[in-house]
């Protein structure tokens, strides 16, 4: 007797169908095939303990299992539940029911036959509900992730024998009601964090607005204790909320990686802040089925690299790509998958190795020796790197006199009221133009159409070009911030005051030279 039982493979962020077929004949043996890694041949043995465990067993007869497609990778074990049940139904344990036609099934065992939750399972609800089945079952922990899906049963299983006696009609396991999206929404990050908490920096805070308004890459300089780590944790506070799709993508990409949510859906803009003794594999992501990285984990949020000259060449370089194409592509022997990257990177450093200096004299003359050790601290980072942080913004010491202000410190509520006001702004400007979301995004031949110039400012930007010896990459990113700071201020041409404070944001630019 030959039994079929449905489930899915990971690839990437998608799934992919999987047919796990099971002829039970004459014989004593067990063979499985299907190009199944060691963790789900290793199947045999919870399935065993989980099957003594409620009254079942694994026949002494012989069983071909087969996962096709067969040439797709199989690994993990989330494949225990269906491989059991089709062993009790190829064997006659189980009659036959239409329900196992009609439903994904996926879950991993323990030897007690209860389920632990798995990988991936937003992703598998999709493609069930793609693919025209009914509903899928799952380990409870993972039900409410699943019932993000609209239009599909989701039944949360504790333990095997709850399963087997939903089959044969002891048991009756009711499905778990779909999520309601917009009454879960969070409009404000409830961290605590807020913008009010910092005293003084007002021009860091300024650009850290245009930033969370245009999505642009920002790069903070800075003494310690200047507040660079403060500002950076603050961020989320004012970027604007998750809206369906984003926060669909999003938890996507954490649940294939292991992170499972309470509420089955991440409902806030991920930060993400790796330690600089980080590796180029935890970062980009990889493995040999490989997992996504830190880079894909900040998707649609924050990435943020605390002392930035700390972290090792190599894996500040393996950035560049990411930054420009919003994706990273992970290539191995068993696997090529795409995971996206679009974050918003804000990076943190001090001017020097002993931790102070400066960018700017502020009128007064720089200590040569500190210049240059100012000069070969900043040699650490890349210069394709630098170019492609869309502001760099000096940040002082703060003074006695900033912490005596009470009450007249802008809160995250209200730098992020004049953020969604510049993102609706964008939002209008782009209908039609797929991908494109916000400023920094504009691909460079559509710069032209919507940042144009006007003959002044146009002028004013080859001066820049040539004082500051921008590269064709830095002279696009001053246009595009300066886009932003028009729309902050409600304007619909960009002007010259825009593009001069656009330029401020370029420090290194300017010291550079």
């Known amino acids: 007797m030959v039994v079929q039982i449905y489930c899915s493979a990971l690839m990437g962020i998608s799934a992919q169908k999987v047919t796990i077929e099971v002829h ?259 970062l980009i992501g990889g493995g040999v089925y490989p997992m996504p990285g830190e880079l894909s984990l900040a998707h649609n949020g924050v990435l943020f690299l605390d002392e930035l000259p700390e972290f090792q060449r190599r894996v500040l370089e393996s950035l560049r790509q990411p930054l420009e194409e919003r994706s990273i592509t992970i290539s191995r022997a068993k696997a090529t998958v795409t995971y996206p990257a679009g974050f918003m990177l804000v990076a943190s450093m001090n001017p020097s190795a002993g931790g102070y200096g400066a960018l700017s004299c502020d009128g007064q003359q720089i200590d040569p020796v500190m210049a240059l050790d100012v000069q070969r601290y900043l040699k650490r980072i890349s210069g394709p790197l630098l170019d492609r942080m869309d502001l760099q913004i000096e940040l002082k010491a703060v003074s006695i006199g900033d912490f005596s202000l009470e009450g007249v410190e802008a809160s995250s509520a209200q730098i992020r009221k004049r953020v969604l006001a510049a993102r609706a702004l964008q939002a209008l400007r782009f209908v039609g133009l797929d991908g494109v979301y916000c400023n920094a995004q504009i691909p460079e031949g559509a710069l032209e159409q919507y940042c144009a110039l006007s003959p002044n400012v146009r002028q004013l930007m080859a001066h820049a070009m040539s004082k500051l010896g921008l590269s064709a990459r830095g002279y696009g990113k001053i246009i595009k911030v300066a886009r932003t700071i028009a729309d902050i201020g409600g304007v619909k041409d960009i002007e010259s005051d825009h593009i001069a404070e656009a330029i401020q944001f370029r420090s290194l630019d300017r010291i550079m030279q």
């Not at 009790?88 to 632990?116: C, W, Y």
């Not at 605590?192 to 650009?207: H, I, P, S």
Request: include cysteine.
């Open 24 to 282: 039970c004949t004459l014989g004593v043996g067990y063979h499985l095939v299907g190009m199944a890694n060691h963790a789900v041949r290793e199947s045999t043995y919870r399935i065993a303990g989980a099957l003594q465990s409620v009254g079942h067993k694994i026949p002494g007869k012989k069983f071909i299992i087969n996962m096709a497609p067969a040439d797709l990778p199989k690994e993990g074990a989330a494949y225990d539940l269906p491989l059991a049940l089709g062993i009790l139904v190829a064997s006659g344990q189980i009659d036959p029911i239409p329900f196992l036609k009609d439903h994904m099934i996926m879950g991993e065992l323990s030897l007690n036959g209860t389920l632990r939750p798995i990988k991936g399972v937003l992703s598998m609800a999709i493609l069930a509900k793609r693919e025209g089945y009914k509903g899928i079952v799952v380990p409870s922990g993972n039900a409410r992730e699943a019932a993000v899906v609209e239009g599909l049963l989701v039944y949360g299983i504790d333990a095997l024998g709850d399963i087997i006696k939903h089959l044969k009609g002891d048991l009756s396991v009711a499905p778990v009601g779909p999520l309601n999206w917009s009454n879960r929404r969070s409009s404000l990050s409830q961290s605590g964090l807020d913008f009010d908490q910092v005293k003084g920096q007002a021009m860091a805070k300024r650009g850290l607005e245009i930033a969370a308004s245009g999505g642009h890459h920002v790069l903070m300089i800075g003494p310690p204790g200047s507040g660079k780590t403060m500002l950076a944790k603050r961020i989320p506070s004012i970027l604007p909320p998750l809206d369906f799709e984003e926060a669909l993508e999003t938890t996507k990409i954490h649940s294939v990686a292991g992170h499972s949510y309470p509420s089955g859906m991440i409902d806030l803009r991920p930060f993400r802040s790796p330690h600089h003794g980080i590796t180029e594999r935890a």
